[in-house]
């Protein structure tokens, strides 16, 4: 069962609080690049879906989890 949006929101405020404030700018940075390049999702095919599917394991890799498996989790 999924949690309401609500409860979601403020489980990732509270992770992204943990973050020291320059990871926390650079992830602002990049979240901000990709939301403009999904703009142009009508001639690049790169949508949210697509730009995170992409993007995604390399933001969130870790050396316990293989990052193709974890797009194919996706």
Known sequence: ????LPQRIAALSKVLDQLPPCSRRTLGVILRLLYRLSWNEHRTKMGATNLATVVAPNILYSD?????LM???M
């Open 1 to 4: 069962i999924e949690n309401p």
């Open 71 to 73: 797009v194919e989790a």
């Open 64 to 68: 316990n989890v293989d990052p193709f």
